[in-house]
């Protein structure tokens, strides 16, 4: 969120895209003195630009965005709409490229029939979601924060109603609890995930036996080196020592290349020749992209994304947070 603000208060000043490159250039260093620096280092008048972080008004529209992506059924990210298409999760250029060519073809057609191009938008939309695209991309109508049974604000709900089937299977799995089962959806470069790894450790220290961490795989397509990653993570726990190479890996951010992968195996004491190996042979790799289908299966847009006995966590990433949640939410209901 103040990366968020941070960025509509600089395009306020008419220097949105420059700053919007200075955060993705910047990802591990997201604090407020980080955000300010980047302020100055783009010559904004960084007094007006405190002020506007500030603005009720601003911090409303970026409110205003959040519940428009949820109201169209974006609950993670990256989430994209082409002429109304959702595309949900990261994609290759070729992928784009397709997407487009397709309603670009549509829109010629519509052209060649004489449609005037101001019209092309709203007359390719006009069906998507409803009419809700329109209503709320188009129009900027505010859908109003979610409501729950009865038509009152779903106060305080952090978790979706609807429960996933999710299989364990032979994923790595800390704990043996079933009455709270936490599964994560997470990839080894995504600087959010790394912020999770304590909470997620202090929610199943909190309940105990009755709690346990399964970790699934879902390395984005823009983070070139998540993919070696999540497979050597793989023949670490091909020999049993998962949680360590996790553990390390996280804490190694951004540094994730073959050899640091290496050097975090050799850190925990691993058979170097297997591991290698596994590495040379992309031996689990499939097994990865199992992950990953599943994750595509159940609606999963970005990382990290977190079930809690199948249903999907919506809240923030504090361990209070989950914990409180969990208690209200979840047991009280079994």
Known sequence: MPAALAVTAAHKQGKYWEYYYKLWDNMQALEDADLERYAQELGLNVEQWKKDIADPVIVEAVEKQ?????????????????????????????????????????????MNRGVPVDKLHGLLTKDAFKGKYVDYIMHGKDPGKPKGEGGAEAKGKTFVKQVKDIPIGDSPRKGSGDKIVIIEFSEFECPFCSKVVEPLDQVVAHFGSDASLVFKHYPLNFHKKAMLAAEASFAAHAQGKFWEFY????????????????????????????????????????????????????????????????????????????????????????
């Open 66 to 110: 959040a519940r428009v992506a949820q109201a169209l059924g974006a609950s993670g990210t990256p989430a994209f709409f082409v002429n109304g298409e959702f595309i949900s999760g990261a994609k290759d250029t070729k992928e784009f490229q397709s997407i487009i060519n397709t309603h670009k073809t549509k829109a010629e057609t519509l």
């Open 247 to 334: 553990k390390l890996a996280f804490a190694g951010q951004p540094n994730l290349e073959r050899a640091d992968l290496e050097n975090y195996a050799k850190q925990v004491g691993l058979d170097m020749s297997r591991f290698r190996e596994a590495l040379d042979k992309n031996s689990y790799q499939a097994r990865v992209k199992q992950d990953m289908a599943l994750a595509n299966k159940i609606g999963v847009g970005g990382t990290p994304t977190i079930f809690v006995n199948g249903r999907k966590w919506e809240g923030g990433k504090e361990a209070p947070e989950i914990i409180k949640a969990i208690e209200e939410e979840i047991l009280k209901k079994n």
